[in-house]
């Protein structure tokens, strides 16, 4: 009986983790689209310069990243690390796929895979420190 309700518990656990990854993402995919969609209505109707546009989407990226990961990670006191890097590793494939898509060209080159990497570390980075900060207030 003990062994059911400890399998039983694991089940929970896992479940509730997906759910926090997977909210995580949908908030940073969320933010990314309505922050993309802002700076693409101010450059059209201002004189930003076009090199702008590439800091602008990193930034874009990373602020997407750690408000998801701060909302995914609300609930959780441990494993930090794993969940930022799923989110943020999880988010830019579904990001690219999205704006690729909305783009018309799927381009697998460096930058997607540099891409890969900033959202991993990110996503890792801001999951050690969500978690952190929760033991610390506690």
Excluded: R, W
């Excluded at 450059?43 to 076009?50: A, G, H, R, S, Y």
């Excluded at 830019?92 to 060209?105: P, R, Y």
């Excluded at 540099?114 to 952190?132: E, H, K, P, Q, R």
Aim: charge should be positive; include cysteine; hydrophobic fraction near 55%.
């Amino acid at each position: 009986m003990k062994l059911k309700a400890k399998k039983d518990t694991l089940k929970i656990a896992n479940h509730s983790y997906a759910i926090s990854v997977a909210k995580g993402v949908l908030v940073a995919v969320c933010i990314s689209l309505v922050l993309v969609l802002l700076f693409a209505f101010l450059l059209k109707f201002t004189n930003i310069p076009e090199s702008t546009i590439k800091p602008v989407n990193q930034v874009i990226k990373g602020l997407s990243i750690l408000i998801g990961v701060f909302i995914g990670l609300k609930k959780s006191k441990e494993l930090g690390l794993v969940s930022g890097l799923l989110i943020g590793l999880i988010y830019t494939i579904v990001a690219f796929l999205i704006f690729s898509c909305l783009g018309g060209v799927f381009a697998f080159d460096l930058t997607f895979l540099t891409d890969i990497l900033f959202g991993a570390v990110m996503g890792a980075i801001c999951g050690i420190i969500c978690v952190n900060l929760k033991k610390s207030t506690n």
